[in-house]
């Protein structure tokens, strides 16, 4: 029972998983209808619905992929037209099947069958109105696409190229380098090359014009042979170039183990069966054995090993290349290397009150190690935010019918990685703050021309690394936000004094105030003015900040900048008497020694003259009523929050600190200055600052 | 005459606190502890005396005696931090209490537990669970999803509640409210 819940689960998540390609092979078919590849992948992931939904008992789902998949096969084959119906037929068959899942897993109601059968009667349809015997239907222009489509390279598959190159000793002579043609081969997929210098002669005899090597190559591309012919057509008369196909990628190969180290000599002629055979007797490997007994040199068997190690690559990574861990057993890993890291500090730390150089060298590595062992798994967690960005190309494409309006999302960065848990709760806002911009951002095509602007709109949702922290902006190029509105709105809330003098980011900021909302009407979309205030609680949740920049008539920029993982943070580690604090390094510009008398002179005004620039300060043993037993020498560390410099002031800097963020519960969460607890090397605890609350509270 | 709700004979493990004897479910407890140094948390009531390190987790503590309105213990010879289990906001979350000295273990049937009066202690009525006898000596059984809330513990003193200290200082704080 166990067992084959399991196997359900795990169908469940497979399909999922095709669910979500099936959405993107289709938004890509509409962008593109003569993206041939996007229809095989769409076909395929549909056929393998139907393949194990059939093995695992469902039916229902088996049954009703299989109709969208005849479907996908006349697309296919060019007798189907990609239309904006059939588009909309598939994504509400890959509604259904979703929904058709759910069911099958408990925890969605149950499916109508009537809309099933309605999906069906609808695709056959569209299916008989586009048969093979009415072709004149097709939009003209389709045809030529399609019938050049067939001599295209299927992008795709790729194969495994073995070439020997030998050129002809004199080939310096013709002014042709070979190592040019091996970048050549490099530039086009996975290339090993290796040298043979087995005819390279004794130094006496050595000509240095000449060329003595040849090279054996193993490219993994996706080009055709002939493009790899191509790379020698100046010197394919002077040179031997043997090229041969190895493997080309076929999708049904996934078992197949990799061959033979042997088989592969021999395939190559460069050695018999018979010497192959007689090796045997020994027990060492192959390559070693024949190597001693000098029946092949070093290089050949690294040539064919290195065939072989690409070979057996392809192969396992058409099978499954990825694990699936559920993530409390990833979120005990992670602690556990959270604690390993604390010890190790706490190590580092008793060696060195030790002049041992033994033991001090040892837990050198140990460091080096534990600094290993803790990115690699964060690592582990990080996705890439391409996922979540692809879930909103259906959301926006939706919408913006609903809408009638024109609308292209447009996403840079994909690859961007983030830690799963920040990426989960990222969905919603995101959500949230691209419907805001459909919504109200965008204005009706109509409109748009009249302001001389593209009548399709554009929202471009970007994500990039900088530094420690994740920028995410959602960029529209509609409306912008109207300082006016907002003005008067917040000033009606009472939100704002009515003649406060506010910069338009100050007065922008207040759309984040709850209940807040200008738009006129309520749509089903957006205008309730629940939402930005949740926006912004998520994110600054998410240790994040959120920044809002807008020009009238030109488009409304969002911002929001977050930290890679939750898990740890570069903190600097300060003082105050013995109790110890954490600074968000990212935030920190400069550490200053002050001394006590200077803080007098300039008392009562909490401004620091540093430089030239006055610095305002915060000095933390009095925000959190320390006594007063200050110190000779204070130190103020100067902090970049927000665009403004706020300092700190603490008896002393101790330095960096890897910090294991642990959260304080509960039992503290109406604290504001703290956002959460580190232990340091020796055991002791001390407080994360949280500056963002620090800065608006100074 | 027993109390609602208690129907069998359990354990609990019996505290000090200013001469009187406490106990808890001993299911609540998890362990008990020597004093360590606890690191203080700013802006928290008194009685919230801080965080420690338990192997590797950062774990509030109570400080029993203040939260009760009693004076700081003077004395921390047989101090020791009771580590137990409660459910804040509907987490189960591990809370340190720090009491005089850790007496026992002890068994209670059902009829040796009243309930609580309701006058004549400086407990709120709620926080008792009920009040047991061993030998001649009253015990009071504590409702710990009740003393140990969240409502009652993340009580955010506010900043003008603060001693001003009282020195050159002074001005700077009031400059601090001021902003």
Avoid at chain 1, 9 to 25: I, K, N, P, R, Y
Avoid at chain 2, 13 to 24: C, G, Q, R
Wanted: with cysteine; net charge negative.
């Amino acid at each position: 029972m166990n067992e084959s819940n399991r196997f359900i689960e795990e169908f469940c998540h497979e399909a999922e998983e095709l669910l979500s390609g099936v959405e993107d092979a289709v938004l890509d078919i509409e962008e593109n209808p003569g993206d041939q590849e996007a229809v095989n992948r769409l076909f395929r992931a549909m056929h393998t619905i139907k393949g194990s939904g059939s093995m695992f008992g469902f039916d229902a789902i088996a049954e009703f992929s299989h109709h969208v998949e005849t479907a996908m096969d006349k697309v296919r084959n060019g007798t189907v037209p990609v239309t904006k119906t059939l588009i909309d037929l598939i994504l509400v068959s890959r509604d259904r099947i979703t929904a058709m899942l759910a069911e099958a897993n408990g925890d969605g109601p149950p499916a109508d069958p009537r809309e099933g059968e309605k999906i069906i009667a609808s695709l056959k349809a569209l299916l008989s109105s586009h048969g093979a015997a009415a072709p004149d239907e097709n939009p003209p222009k389709e045809t030529p696409e399609q019938a050049s489509e067939p001599a295209k390279p299927v992008q795709q598959n790729q194969a495994v190229y073995r070439i020997r190159f030998s050129p002809d000793p004199d080939i310096f002579f013709t002014g042709m380098d070979p190592v040019i043609l091996l970048y050549d081969l490099a530039d086009m997929g996975e290339c090993s090359v290796v040298a043979q210098t087995e005819k390279v002669p004794d130094l006496e005899n050595l000509s240095p014009e000449s060329c003595y090597l040849f090279w054996d190559i193993i490219l993994t591309t996706a080009k055709r042979i002939n493009a790899v012919k191509d790379v020698f057509v100046f010197v394919e008369d002077k040179c031997k170039i043997d090229i041969k196909t190895v493997e080309e990628e076929v999708i049904t190969s996934e078992q197949m183990p990799g061959p033979r180290l042997g088989d592969i000599l021999v395939e190559r002629g460069d050695i018999d069966r018979k010497t192959l055979d007689k090796q045997f007797g020994t027990r060492k490997k192959i390559g070693e054995r024949l190597v001693e007994s000098g029946a092949l040199s070093k290089e050949k068997i690294k040539s064919a090993l290195n065939e072989q190690t690409v070979v057996s690559k392809m192969h396992k990574s058409a099978a499954a290349s990825t694990v699936r861990v559920p993530s409390d057993r990833l979120d005990k890993l992670i602690n556990l290397v959270g604690e390993l890291v604390i010890n190790q500090a706490r190590l580092t730390q008793v060696a060195s009150n030790r002049e041992d150089t033994d033991l001090g060298e040892s837990v050198e590595e140990i460091e080096r190690l534990t600094g290993e062992l803790r990115d690699s798994v964060l690592n582990i967690r990080m996705m890439p935010i391409g996922t979540t960005f692809n879930k909103f190309r259906r959301l926006v494409r939706d919408l913006s019918s609903q809408l009638n309006k024109e609308i292209e999302l447009v996403t840079h960065g994909a690859e961007t990685e983030l830690d799963k848990t920040v990426l989960e709760r990222l969905d919603d806002p995101l959500i949230h703050l691209i419907r805001n911009s459909l919504d109200h951002g965008v204005e009706p095509p109509g409109l748009r021309e009249l302001k001389g602007k593209p009548a399709k709109g554009t929202i471009i949702l970007s994500a990039r690394h900088k530094g420690t922290n994740v920028v995410i902006t959602i960029q529209d190029d509609g409306a912008g936000l109207n300082v006016d509105t907002i003005r008067q709105k917040a000033v009606e809330k009472g939100l704002i004094p009515e003649n406060a003098e506010l910069s338009d980011k100050k007065i922008f900021a207040q759309i984040f105030a709850p209940g807040f909302s200008t738009a006129k009407e309520v749509t089903s979309i957006s205008g309730r003015g629940v939402g930005m205030d949740v926006v912004k609680r998520t994110i600054e949740s998410l240790r994040g900040r959120i920044d809002i920049d807008s020009v009238p008539g030109e488009g409304t920029k969002i911002t929001l900048i977050l930290p890679l993982t939750l898990a740890i943070i570069n903190g600097l580690l300060v003082s105050i008497d013995d109790d110890f604090f954490v600074l968000p390094l990212m935030s920190v510009e400069e550490c200053v020694e002050i001394k006590s008398k200077e803080i007098e002179m300039i008392n009562g005004r909490n401004i620091l003259n540093v430089r030239g620039d006055m610095v305002p300060y915060i000095r933390l043993r009095d925000r959190f009523h320390m006594g007063n037993r200050r110190p000779e020498k204070e130190h103020i560390v100067i902090t970049d929050v927000n665009d403004s410099r706020i300092g700190f002031v603490v008896d002393h800097v101790i330095g960096g600190h890897q910090t294991v963020i642990k959260p304080l519960g509960p039992a503290f969460k109406n604290i504001k200055d703290i956002s959460g607890a580190t232990i340091l090397g020796d055991g002791t605890v001390a407080l994360i600052l949280d500056t963002n609350v620090l800065l608006e509270s100074a | 005459m027993s109390v609602q709700g208690i129907i069998r004979t359990s354990q609990y493990l019996t505290f000090k606190l200013d001469n009187e004897i406490y106990a808890m479910d001993i299911t609540t407890v998890r362990e008990v502890l020597d004093i360590i140094p606890i690191t203080k948390v700013p802006q928290m009531p008194d009685f919230m005396c801080g965080v420690i390190n338990l192997r590797g987790g950062v774990v509030p503590v109570v400080d029993l005696r203040l939260k009760f309105g009693l004076k700081k213990a003077t004395s921390l010879k047989e101090t020791c931090i009771v580590i137990i289990e409660v459910i804040l906001d509907d987490e189960q979350t591990i809370l340190g209490i720090l009491v005089d000295s850790v007496l026992e273990v002890i068994s209670l049937d059902p009829e040796q537990i009243d309930p609580p009066p309701r006058i004549g202690t400086r407990l709120k009525t709620e926080f008792i669970r009920g009040m047991g006898k061993k030998d001649t000596e009253f015990i009071i059984i504590l409702e710990t999803t009740k003393v140990f809330s969240a409502q009652e513990l993340a009580i955010v003193q506010a900043a003008d509640d603060m001693p001003v200290p009282e020195t050159s200082e002074g001005a700077n704080a009031e400059e601090e409210k001021n902003e």
